[in-house]
T-cell receptor
Framework: SQTIHQWPATLVQPVGSPLSLECTVEGTSNPNLYWYRQAAGRGLQLLFYSVGIGQISSEVPQNLSASRPQDRQFILSSKKLLLSDSGFYLC?????????????FGEGSRLTVL | GQNIDQPTEMTATEGAIVQINCTYQTSGFNGLFWYQQHAGEAPTFLSYNVLDGLEEKGRFSSFLSRSKGYSYLLLKELQMKDSASYLCAVRDSNYQLIWGAGTKLIIKP
């Protein structure tokens, strides 16, 4: 069976510090991978998605970046966090096909920037 | 622009039935999803509609009318564990998911 894990689950970081959130998928090959951010009272915002190693599409301009060094590993990073980066970050995967089905989400990472 | 509308919050009684509506305006349509999200947790998939009509899955059913840009999620025999947020999402012509802000469902005994 397929599983997805992301970590850390919770972190509190000062403004200007770096960030690294990691996500790994097991039990499937060549998944589509996604990073979302969820703010209170708002819909999920797609930050990045990837259809293969080294292929990253960015949906919104920001001080965040993503990388996919391995087929089932997706990393969200920042060199300098802003207060507005606080939120609930979700990694997700879907099956590799244009008409892919549902998204499977990781446990989520709650980031508080102070 | 693209828009998904659903009520912010609803309250229902244990054992009752509740209908959560979702209306959408998107550039193209390639399916509509409903997800359940408990507080502090990740969303989990509930249902998928791409053709008009009703899809039933146990206590949960989802309906779609593409001509009206409308869907609803119907929850029967409500249980306390159904207290959660319910997210509506539409896949547009570029196969990107557009998400609603979610409906927080509160179940009272």
């Amino acid at each position: 069976s397929q599983t997805i894990h992301q970590w850390p689950a919770t972190l509190v970081q000062p403004v200007g510090s770096p960030l690294s959130l990691e996500c790994t998928v097991e039990g499937t090959s060549n998944p589509n991978l996604y990073w979302y951010r969820q703010a209170a009272g708002r819909g999920l915002q797609l930050l990045f998605y990837s259809v293969g190693i080294g292929q990253i599409s960015s949906e919104v301009p920001q001080n965040l970046s993503a990388s996919r060094p391995q087929d089932r590993q997706f990393i969200l990073s920042s060199k300098k966090l802003l207060l507005s980066d606080s939120g609930f970050y979700l990694c997700a995967w879907s099956r590799p096909a244009l008409e892919s089905g549902e998204l499977f989400f990781g446990e989520g990472s709650r980031l508080t920037v102070l | 622009g693209q828009n998904i509308d659903q009520p912010t919050e609803m309250t229902a009684t244990e054992g009752a039935i509740v209908q959560i509506n979702c209306t959408y305006q998107t550039s193209g349509f390639n399916g509509l999803f409903w997800y359940q999200q408990h507080a502090g947790e990740a969303p989990t998939f509930l249902s998928y509609n791409v053709l008009d009509g009703l899809e039933e899955k146990g206590r949960f059913s989802s309906f779609l009318s593409r001509s009206k840009g409308y869907s609803y999620l119907l929850l029967k025999e409500l249980q306390m564990k159904d207290s959660a947020s319910y997210l509506c999402a539409v896949r547009d012509s570029n196969y990107q998911l557009i998400w609603g802000a979610g409906t927080k469902l509160i179940i009272k005994p």
